[in-house]
């Protein structure tokens, strides 16, 4: 049972080279979107110089596909995730986002879906690439 990398739900769009693929990752069993993956969406929107209403517009079009799908949010955002966090970027060396997200999937079942070969530095993390499905 996976969660999902920030890439898959930018993968969402149908003009993404791996929409296709995005949608196959939408079917498999269990797949839960961790807190953490939609903070980055949101993030990556913003630095990107979405105004506030073209943000909450992706993010109600993505909560729409979601639950068309039945994939669940997953709430793991706290002091203890925080902590494994740091201890992650500075263990593996992964970016800030991606270790949060490792920390995720660490707390969850320890899968993540990603095409991202840095969550292969972290012990007891499993990556199902992106690609494969």
Do not use: C, W
């Amino acid at each position: 049972m996976p969660i999902a990398d920030t890439e898959v739900l930018f993968a969402m769009n149908p003009r993404d080279g791996r929409h296709a693929k995005a949608l196959r990752a939408l079917r498999v069993k269990g797949l839960r979107v961790p807190d953490t993956a939609l903070l980055e969406f949101q993030v990556v929107l913003r630095a990107r110089g979405r105004r506030p209403e073209e943000v909450a517009s992706a993010l109600e079009a993505l909560g729409s596909i979601l639950a068309a799908h039945r994939v669940p949010e997953l709430r793991t955002l706290g002091l203890g995730l925080l902590v494994r966090q740091a201890e992650i970027e500075r263990s593996y060396g992964l970016s800030y986002f991606d270790s949060l997200i490792a920390a995720s999937a660490l707390a969850y079942d320890g899968v993540v879906i990603s095409d991202d070969a840095a969550f292969d530095k972290v012990p007891g993390l499993r990556r199902i690439p992106l690609r494969d499905l």
